[in-house]
């Protein structure tokens, strides 16, 4: 029953993003997967996949507006947002910049703004709607040098909460996915002594897989998933119990 359906998800050429990309395509979506910046890697990923690539900020409205009318016209109305698009810019508090705080907040939660703003009006009008917000175990549970990650992060699930109780009598499930360490680029940045001291302390002894966060948003998304709403899946190999 969910066959057909069109599906956006952020940041969704690359890391956990593309897991789900192609988790939500097998099982019969059409995908819409955007990304920012990295061209080389969105080519990569579209040839190899089939699914099609949009180029736009996600922290920017009016670019947001744009592409989800674009993606509209060229695929259909979006049933299904996962907002995934996320950034890091650590620092101790004492050392942060305003542009590094901003940047944080403006990608990794204005960014559930924009997109679920967009698309909103056309999921009620249709009696449906699917969004899975992804947010993180240190919105959980905090993490030194990124008071700026864990407020957005942190956010998102208070986002999730309040616009759940909106969407409800319209058919529309709005929840959130907290993974813990995934092992994607952005954790490969984490220098290799420090990543050792996660592993240790992750009761399943190894890094998630993209794979495992996918398997999560297909769970939720499903037409089937109508009763579940407001919810945080942590997904974290047993790292923190909330
Ligand atoms: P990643 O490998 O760094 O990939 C990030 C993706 O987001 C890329 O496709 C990137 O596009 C896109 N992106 C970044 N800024 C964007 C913007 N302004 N507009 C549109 N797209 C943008 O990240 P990841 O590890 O897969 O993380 C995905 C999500 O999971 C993030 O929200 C992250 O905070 C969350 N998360 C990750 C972990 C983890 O351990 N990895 C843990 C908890 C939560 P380009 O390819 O163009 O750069």
Not at 15 to 26: E, K, P, Q
Not at 94 to 110: C, E, F, G, K, Y
Not at 128 to 137: A, D, K, T, Y
Not at 178 to 188: I, K, L, N, Q, S
Request: proline share 2%.
């Amino acid at each position: 029953m969910s066959k057909g359906r069109v599906a956006l998800v952020t940041g969704g050429t690359r890391g956990i993003g593309a897991a789900i990309s192609t988790a939500l395509r097998d099982a019969g979506y059409t995908v819409a997967a955007n990304y920012a910046g990295n061209d080389a890697a969105a080519e990569r990923f579209m040839e190899e996949t089939g699914i099609a690539v949009y180029k736009f900020d996600v922290s920017n409205f009016e670019m947001v507006k744009e592409n989800v009318a674009k993606i509209t016209e060229e695929l259909g109305p979006v049933d299904v947002v996962v907002n995934n698009a996320g950034i890091t810019r650590d620092g101790t508090l004492h050392r942060m910049s305003p542009d590094q705080w901003d940047a944080v907040i403006q990608t990794n939660l204005s960014s559930c703004y924009n997109l679920s703003r967009c698309v909103i009006e056309s999921m009620r009008e249709r009696n449906f709607g699917r969004i899975v917000n992804i947010g993180s175990i240190n919105g959980q549970a905090g993490q030194y040098g990124q008071v700026n990650y864990a407020a957005a992060k942190s956010g998102i699930h208070g986002f999730t909460k309040a616009l759940s109780q909106e969407g409800a009598a319209k058919g529309i499930t709005v929840n959130a996915i907290a993974p813990g360490y995934v092992d994607t680029d952005m954790v490969r940045a984490v220098p290799p002594n420090v990543l050792e001291k996660i592993i240790a302390k992750i009761p399943m002894g190894r890094l998630g897989r993209a794979e495992d966060i996918a398997r999560g948003v297909l769970f939720l998304v499903a037409d089937e998933a109508d009763f579940i709403t407001g919810a945080t899946l942590s997904i974290n190999g047993g790292q923190h119990m909330y």
